[in-house]
Nanobody, 125 residues
Framework: QLQLVESGGGLVQPGGSLRLSCTVP????????IAWFRQAPGKEREAVSC????????NYSDSVKGRFTVSRDSAKNTVFLQMESLKPEDTARYYC??????????????????WGQGTQVTVSS
């Protein structure tokens, strides 16, 4: 079973930045579209961003557009989520997920089969 591993979460003040990383030991991430999701307590898991295998297909949810940047580094077998201008409402557990290659990556939960355990992001003063 393919298991993704997230890292980089933590506590940050409003307006601050964090960079999350997603990798999968023993597998090549370039074989998958990768998405980031988040889930706050008592809320549904929501899609944040996705990136296709060549990095030319990228999508963001309206809530993070202009503040978050997704990228992938094939040499490091890692996908990153750079988060800027963080707000308290960004507080959630962030998950990366891998799915089959699509013509354009989409922010649809059912398209992503493999998931990580998540990393907690808390934005608070």
């Amino acid at each position: 079973q393919l298991q993704l591993v997230e890292s980089g979460g933590g506590l940050v003040q409003p307006g601050g930045s964090l960079r999350l990383s997603c990798t999968v030991p023993g597998f090549n991430l370039d074989s998958f579209d990768i998405a980031w999701f988040r889930q706050a307590p008592g809320k549904e898991r929501e899609a944040v961003s996705c990136i296709g295998i060549r990095g030319d297909s990228i999508n963001y949810s309206d809530s993070v557009k202009g503040r978050f940047t997704v990228s992938r580094d094939s040499a490091k077998n890692t996908v990153f989520l750079q988060m800027e201008s963080l707000k308290p409402e960004d507080t959630a557990r962030y998950y990366c997920a891998a799915g089959a290659i699509q013509a354009t990556c989409r922010l649809l939960r059912y398209e992503y089969v493999y998931w990580g355990q998540g990393t907690q992001v808390t934005v608070s003063s």
